[in-house]
Structures are given as C-alpha cells and as structure tokens.
C-alpha cells in the first residue's frame, strides 16, 4: 500500500510539471520551434523578421537535386548517382530524386540499386509518364525489350506529346529491328 501510495505521489508531481499556463498556447497546441515575442537570438538580434522553419520555401535536398541533374545531363551518372542519393537523405520523401537515382544507376548497370529506387519513386509519386519512361529505358538498357515497350505505351498513354515518349518509342522499334552482337 506505500508503494501504491508513493507511486502515487510521484506522478502527480511528475503532471504538475506538464501543466502549461494557457498564454503559450491559444489552440492547445505547444510549439517549441517558433520564438515567443521578445526573444532573442544568440547574436543579440530579435526573431521579428526571420522565418521559421515552416515558413521556409527551400527544401536541403534542392542543391544536390540540381547538381545531380547537372551531372546526369553531362553524362557524369556515377557523380548524379551519389548527388541523388544525398538528395535522397537529405529529403527521403523527395520522389524526384529517388527516379533520379533510379535512372544513375540504370547508366552505371545497377538494376539492382535502380530497382529499389524505381520502387520508392512509383510510391511517392504515382503513375507518372516520367516513371514510365525511365522505367521502360531501365528495361531497354537491360534487353528486356517487350517490358520496355509496355512501360513506355504507358508513359505514351499519359503524355501522348512528350517528344521523349515518342523517341523511345522509335528507339525501341529501331532496337528490335537492328539486333546487334559483339
């Protein structure tokens, strides 16, 4: 019964500490990231003025998603690679970088790796015409080319005027026509 009694006690003393004193919360709603009027910053400046972290219209992973595209268009994929991938940290909900990861490593013959990231692409942005394109090169590159096509009839399906839809689909006609080995 004192165990009870004292277990008791002390957590009336641990919720007498959770109280807050309604000032700080006109909704019910703490917020510890958002600087109370008169506060100041540790260079002495106040917060009027600057923008919280909600506020913000940059996202981390902007930077790397725009020189990895950079890389990628010079043809430089194992460098857009690990520049998708940072991105891909720096921001794990950013479907663009995951298909541009996805795409690097199809350049550098990482099915494995593009695999996984075409997945995580397809889950955050859906059934894009850009997913299915790149999806249907990845299966082009591979020689899988009946995949490729229904990959790429898809894309076509949902942007019937993107011009690259339409050259992949005259590369894979010319592949399967011109059928080369070494």
């Known amino acids: 019964?004192?165990?009870?009694?004292?277990?008791?006690?002390?957590?009336?003393i641990a919720l007498?500490?959770?109280?807050?004193?309604?000032?700080?919360?006109?909704?019910?709603?703490?917020r510890t990231n958002e600087p109370a009027?008169?506060?100041?910053?540790?260079?002495?400046?106040?917060?009027?003025?600057?923008?919280t972290v909600s506020d913000v219209e940059y996202y981390a992973s902007d930077q790397a998603v725009t020189e990895a595209k950079?890389?990628?268009?010079?043809?430089?994929?194992?460098?857009?690679?690990?520049?998708f991938y940072k991105a891909t940290r720096l921001a794990p909900n950013d479907g663009v970088a995951w298909l541009?990861?996805?795409a690097s490593c199809d350049r550098i013959r990482r099915f494995d790796l593009s695999d996984m990231a075409y997945g995580r692409a397809y889950r955050l942005l859906g059934a894009t015409p850009e997913y299915y394109n790149n999806l249907g090169y990845s299966?082009?590159?591979?020689?899988?080319?009946?995949?490729?096509?229904?990959?790429?009839l898809k894309a076509y399906e949902l942007a019937p005027n993107?011009?690259?839809?339409?050259?992949n689909l005259k590369l894979l006609s010319s592949s399967v026509r011109n059928i080369e080995r070494s």
Not at 23 to 28: I, L, N, P, R
Not at 37 to 51: E, I, M, Q, S
Not at 139 to 152: S, V
């Open 1 to 12: 019964m004192k165990k009870l009694i004292a277990a008791a006690g002390l957590l009336m």
């Open 16 to 30: 007498a500490g959770c109280q807050t004193n309604g000032k700080d919360t006109a909704d019910g709603v703490v």
């Open 37 to 51: 009027k008169g506060d100041y910053t540790a260079f002495g400046d106040a917060f009027d003025g600057l923008k």
């Open 70 to 83: 950079t890389q990628f268009r010079s043809e430089n994929y194992g460098n857009a690679g690990a520049l």
């Open 100 to 102: 541009g990861l996805a």
């Open 139 to 152: 299966y082009l590159l591979r020689g899988k080319l009946q995949q490729a096509r229904t990959n790429f």
């Open 162 to 167: 993107d011009p690259t839809v339409a050259n």
